[in-house]
């Protein structure tokens, strides 16, 4: 009875670590004059009053979902991949150039070609990381983080010249975008708003990521180099190849992103200059959410669509009660703290249950404890 | 372009670098012992900000940059007690605090958008900045300019010349060497952090009270400078005086791009803008490349003589990080 108790405790725990952040959130709230249940109502309903709040959480949750489901792949491989930004603006602008190149086909046939050309850029852009850290050792946080500002400067380029959208570059204001995209290869509208296929399309690859991760021998493999390199080497299994994979895939993910977010939402490339300008930060905010759903696909949906809820509700509750939408995103990282710690709280509370084991458990079950002793000695 | 507006360029260069020398001599002693502080990018960003607003309205240049000390100080502080205290991954609380730290300076920041404030003069120091080409060059600088030759200075003598420095390289790399010989790790861990969280946040009032002065939230262009930070701690091999070099190297290749720019009209502007990302990536590549098993294998190939030579070359270049980086200390 007490350990069900426990174990149910355990799977609750990111719940009550959102709530114990949102309760630190109100304290500051509280502090900025503000009226916390007003405030946490204006969000609420931003993110889910309405049909059209709904899918617009939705539509912001599919990068950070797409995102997420790629650094699952990285991460569990014990390699850091912060650079979902660079990775999602290559898939898009090539996704953008078979969209604009290829007019004269089928729309089904450009749209699946823009989404393979979307993760073939962003394995690209992942996967030069991987190879560096692989073969050459270059610290994969670092480079990513380079390679983010080389995508930037590479789209600014793009949009301003070669890409630019020829209506613009007549005028003398020179918008730096792309022309846009024909209707017919436009993602479909799955409900009279904005919620694209996009979305769909991202669950079900987070099923097969899932099966990806769990069910072949290549997710095992990743798995176990990230787990011990040492042990895979010894294994048999060729470290640096799957490390270069991880990455690989990890960027594709993110590129994908760029590119449903080009044919979903956008139906052009538009750029302020900056990364975020056009990703919205989904490349940094698809790692809170998958660290957050403990670099699980399946739960990385969830809270994809969590933090897609924080983001569109921040902007009601700064119009509504006039909060400073940048409290939404230390909001978020109090989340993120919040739940990694329990994460070590649990674990450390097994540590402890098994320690306690002996008396308290019948003989019958496999001692745990004495296992490891024995597998020590 | 004549001696004059040459010797002009360079000091401004040793200027550019001084903030880069503050938040990379900073994280080499975070990292020395152990603790990477990767929340750099947004400590700058939200340095930067607090010190020129704090220097705005006390109207007092030196109160900016204790406010900017405090608040790197204090974000250390957060990395240190989530990775110290709460053993979570560094990677993720600094990496959450890079971000978190990057909003609230763009956020807190609108009200002193574009206004102009305080900012740092040149202060010559008189005898020295009559000699003939070094004094140009070194001793007409700003204020912060001399501090980071000083910090650069005392950071090497104190990591390789002192009894603490020593220990301090032993937390580092054997945490259970250093415990037995008497040390507190976990303690020395949270000081050093913090010390170098505090100099991390002397990088941003240096740019917004001097070499940038002002704040311009988004557009400041200061966002990705700790990044680049980063990489040039590791670049430095965790030597002070190596990272300083390559603090130097890096503003140099960025005056560059900018004298350069008017010359090569064909090349877009972009190209200068992003060059110095793929140059750190090289060089980053030049410095890991003696680590790797398959360049043993392939020297172990080589004739004698070319051997000894290529062998010499990548242990110039090579850098090893502090074999305890980024793992938390348990005393059993």
Known sequence: MRQRFETLIDALLPVIATLAALAVGALMLLALKVNPIEAYAALWDGAFGSTNALAETLVKATPLLLVALGICISFRGDVINIGGEGQMIIGAVLATWVGLTFTGLPGWLVITLAMVAGFTGGAVWGGVPGVLKAYFNVNEILSTVMMNAIAVQLMNFLLRGPMIDPSQAQLASKIPQTARLEDAFHLARLAPTRLHLGALIAVILAILVYILLWRTTLGFRIRAVGQSPFASRYAGIKVPRYMVLALLLSGAFAGLAGAVQVYGVNYRMITDGSASGFTGSAGFNGIVAALFGQLHPLWSIPASILFGALLVGANSMQRMVQVPSALITVLNGLVVVFVVSSEIWRRRRQRRRMAAAPEAESPSKPDQAQVRKEAKS | ?332
């Open chain 2, 1 to 332: 372009m004549n001696q004059e507006t040459l010797l002009v360029g360079l000091a401004g260069v040793l200027a550019a670098a001084a903030p880069i020398i503050f938040a990379v001599v900073g994280e080499t002693l975070s990292e020395r012992a152990g603790v990477i502080n990767l929340s750099m990018n947004g400590t700058i960003l939200l340095t930067a900000m607090s010190g020129f607003a704090v220097a705005y309205t006390t109207d007092s240049i030196f109160l900016g940059f204790l406010a900017g000390m405090l608040i790197g100080a204090l974000v250390a502080l957060v990395v240190a007690f989530a990775s110290i205290t709460l053993k979570q991954s560094q990677v993720a609380i600094g990496f959450v605090l890079a971000l978190t730290c990057r909003d609230l300076a763009y956020f807190l920041g609108n009200p002193f958008m574009g206004v102009s404030g305080p900012r740092l003069q040149a202060m010559p120091i008189s005898g020295l900045n009559d000699i003939p080409v070094l004094g140009p060059l070194f001793f007409r600088q700003e204020m912060s300019t001399y501090i980071s030759y000083l910090a650069i200075f005392l950071a090497w003598l104190w990591i390789y010349r002192t009894r603490p420095g020593l220990m301090l390289q032993g937390i580092g790399e054997k945490p259970a060497a250093a415990y037995i010989r008497g040390a507190n790790v976990n303690l020395m861990r949270y000081v050093y952090t913090v010390i170098g969280g505090a100099l991390i946040g002397l990088a941003g009032p240096t740019y917004s009270l001097g070499v940038r002065a002002g704040w311009m939230g988004t557009i400041s262009g200061l966002d990705g400078i700790g990044w680049i930070a980063l990489s040039i701690t590791i670049f430095g091999g965790w030597n002070p005086a190596r990272a300083a070099f390559g603090a130097y190297l890096f503003a140099f290749l960025q005056w560059l791009g900018l004298v350069l720019q008017p010359v090569l009209t064909q090349v877009p502007s972009q190209v200068l803008q992003v060059a110095p990302f793929p140059l750190m990536i090289l060089t980053l590549l030049l410095v890991n490349i003696g680590n790797t098993e398959w360049v043993d294998r392939t020297l172990a190939a080589m004739p004698e003589s070319a051997r000894k030579f290529t062998a010499k070359v990548l242990r110039a270049m090579r850098a090893s990080p502090p074999a305890a980086l980024g793992v938390p200390f348990e005393r059993d």
